[in-house]
């Protein structure tokens, strides 16, 4: 039986996630009521060829995912980008900050575009430049910094990333966090840990053996951080008040309940979720972790899982033979995900044919120098798979 139970949205709302962007598309959008996007999509897609190449990240929409030549996670997508120097423009079906890392790691020659530009992140916009060189400051004037290695979650602007590499940090995914804080704890004795407070501290806590009271949380809307430099000089683990607006929703108060609702029941979810969610969890991890295990998992099985919607809701439907419930009907898709939408997927592909490139995302060339040297800081990590 496949069981997925929804909250009661229509499709298209969800967080509001608060982008400052809010940019209009020029040109002219599409009636979304139009009965031709499909076709449109395809006729554009057919007549660009192999000059395009369309990224669908897992918690896009079926209606776009659906033109998508490869789907993943944002890590993945940009490294699939990057091995098809052919394509001359990257679609990418994801947001902001997706796109700005695939803009990174393409040739220059690649251009890279995102339907959207309203398609931001609220935890990569709860970590502006500004802010962190001022902590950072704070740090310097502790007289902590020179201890402090920073690293920055993928999900995270271009400009993040590039402070990082400036101040001999790396970027990290959900799924080599531990081995980016083995890695930086080599280094110093303190790592700041951006935007994502809750994946720093899960991951410290549980992977590391640090414990709670190692662990700061600087909060860039106070006066220092809201850290006195006594704190600071105590702290392991500096994190990031960031947070994601989906996954931090989720409640560890659901979990007995579908526990006592659903015999067996396993919960899986995103290191994204709050500790408390993760430690009332069976299983924690990334979005391809929670795919790949639920595929693994005998007929029969049932799961709740906590990360986005679509996903969960993709997941049910490829797998009938299980059982698979949304961990908590209150927390409804990622917004900002939801804004690339048929329409602008339209505009955009029907754009690339009358030869008008719109919505690309450009990193400047002193960013992306940076940014890369913090990316390739995490590629040269040992082991473990780089996805998010
Ligand atoms: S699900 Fe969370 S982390 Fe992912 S894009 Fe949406 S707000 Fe950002």
């Given at each position: 039986m496949t069981t997925v139970d929804l909250p009661l949205l229509p499709l298209g709302r969800g967080v509001d996630l608060g982008s400052e962007r809010g940019v209009e598309c020029p040109g002219d959008l599409p009636s979304a009521s139009d009965p031709d996007l499909v076709a449109r999509a395809r006729a554009a897609k057919e007549a660009l060829g192999s000059r395009v190449f369309v990224l669908g990240h897992h918690y896009q929409r079926d209606e776009v995912i659906q033109f998508a030549d490869v789907t993943g996670d944002s890590f993945k997508l940009a490294?699939?980008?990057?091995?098809?120097?052919?394509?001359?423009?990257?679609?990418?079906?994801?947001?902001?900050?997706?796109?700005?890392?695939?803009?990174?790691?393409?040739?220059?020659?690649?251009?890279?575009?995102?339907?959207?530009?309203?398609?931001?992140?609220?935890?990569?916009?709860?970590?502006?430049?500004?802010?962190?060189?001022?902590?950072?400051?704070?740090?310097?004037?502790?007289g902590v910094a020179d201890d402090v290695v920073p690293i920055t979650y993928m999900n995270s602007s271009a400009d993040i990333k590039a402070f990082c590499g400036r101040h001999g940090g790396a970027v990290c995914t959900s799924s080599n966090a531990e081995t980016a804080l083995e890695w930086a704890y080599q280094q110093g004795s303190k790592v700041l840990f951006l935007p994502d407070q809750h994946l720093g501290r899960n991951t410290a806590v549980l992977k590391m053996?640090?414990?709670?009271?190692?662990?700061?949380?600087?909060?860039?809307?106070?006066?220092?951080?809201?850290?006195?430099?006594?704190?600071?000089?105590?702290?392991?683990?500096?994190?990031?008040?960031?947070?994601?607006?989906?996954?931090?929703?989720?409640?560890?108060?659901?979990?007995?309940?579908?526990?006592?609702?659903?015999?067996?029941?396993?919960?899986?979810?995103?290191?994204?979720?709050?500790?408390?969610?993760?430690?009332?969890?069976?299983?924690?991890?990334?979005?391809?972790?929670?795919?790949?295990?639920?595929?693994?998992?005998?007929?029969?099985?049932?799961?709740?899982?906590?990360?986005?919607?679509?996903?969960?809701?993709?997941?049910?439907?490829?797998?009938?033979?299980?059982?698979?419930?949304?961990?908590?009907?209150?927390?409804?898709?990622?917004?900002?995900?939801n804004r690339i939408d048929l329409p602008h997927f339209v505009w955009a592909m029907e754009s690339l044919v009358d030869g008008v490139v719109v919505n690309q995302i450009e990193v400047d060339d002193d960013t992306e120098t940076w940014a890369k040297v913090a990316l390739d800081r995490m590629l040269a990590l040992p082991g473990k798979t780089h996805k998010d």
């Open positions: 490294r699939e980008a990057a091995a098809r120097p052919d394509a001359e423009f990257i679609v990418f079906c994801g947001v902001h900050f997706m796109a700005e890392s695939a803009d990174i790691l393409t040739s220059d020659e690649q251009r890279v575009i995102l339907p959207d530009l309203a398609a931001g992140c609220s935890m990569a916009d709860m970590a502006r430049l500004r802010q962190v060189e001022d902590a950072w400051a704070a740090m310097e004037a502790a053996g640090l414990s709670l009271d190692d662990c700061v949380v600087w909060d860039p809307h106070r006066e220092n951080g809201g850290l006195t430099p006594e704190q600071l000089h105590d702290a392991k683990m500096i994190l990031w008040k960031g947070h994601c607006s989906v996954h931090g929703r989720f409640s560890e108060e659901t979990i007995p309940e579908l526990r006592a609702s659903i015999p067996g029941v396993q919960v899986i979810v995103h290191p994204e979720c709050k500790h408390e969610v993760v430690l009332a969890a069976d299983l924690v991890g990334s979005t391809e972790f929670i795919i790949q295990t639920i595929e693994a998992a005998p007929a029969g099985s049932a799961w709740a899982v906590g990360t986005e919607l679509n996903l969960v809701k993709r997941l049910a439907a490829d797998h009938p033979d299980k059982r698979i419930v949304f961990l908590d009907k209150t927390v409804c898709y990622c917004s900002t995900m």
